[in-house]
C-alpha cells in the first residue's frame, strides 16, 4: 500500500505561482515514479507531469510546458508541481498518483493505470 497527500492549492490571479507537493509513505519502494493530474468540473482527468523517482526523465502535457515543472526531494519521498505563469484555464483539482508497474509511455500519461491517488488539492486562479 502506498500512501499519498497532496498539499499547496489555492487561490491564485491569473500570472502568479503555486507550488503543490505531494509526499508518499508506505511502501514507495514498489514504484517507479509519480505523476501529476487534474480534473476541472465537468471534464475527465487530464495528465500533466510526471517524473520517475531518479529524476532521469520528466513529461509535461503540451498546456503545461514551459510553465510547469515536476522535481523530486527523495529524501523526504515527495514530488514538486512548480506552477508559474497559471492562468484560468488551469483551475482544476490537482491529484498525483503512482503506479506500482513499469515507468514507461504511454501508460504514464493515463490516469486508469495509476495505483494509488492523493485526496486532491483545489487550485483556482482568478482572471
Known amino acids: 500500500q502506498v500512501h499519498l497527500v497532496e498539499s499547496g492549492g489555492g487561490l491564485v490571479q491569473a500570472g502568479g505561482s503555486l507550488r503543490l507537493s505531494c509526499a508518499a509513505s508506505?511502501?514507495?519502494?514498489?514504484?517507479?515514479?509519480m505523476g501529476w493530474f487534474r480534473q476541472a468540473p465537468g471534464l475527465e482527468r487530464e495528465f500533466v507531469a510526471a517524473?520517475?523517482?531518479?529524476?532521469?526523465?520528466?513529461d509535461y502535457a503540451d498546456p503545461v510546458k514551459g510553465r510547469f515543472t515536476i522535481f523530486r526531494d527523495n529524501a523526504k519521498n515527495t514530488i514538486h508541481l512548480q506552477m508559474n505563469r497559471l492562468k484560468p484555464e488551469d483551475t482544476a483539482v490537482y491529484y498525483c498518483g503512482t503506479r506500482l508497474g513499469a515507468w514507461s509511455t504511454p501508460e504514464i500519461f493515463r490516469w486508469g493505470s495509476y495505483d494509488y491517488w492523493g485526496q486532491g488539492t483545489q487550485v483556482t486562479v482568478s482572471s
Open positions: 508506505g511502501r514507495t519502494f514498489s514504484t517507479y515514479g
Open positions: 517524473t520517475t523517482w531518479s529524476g532521469s526523465h520528466a
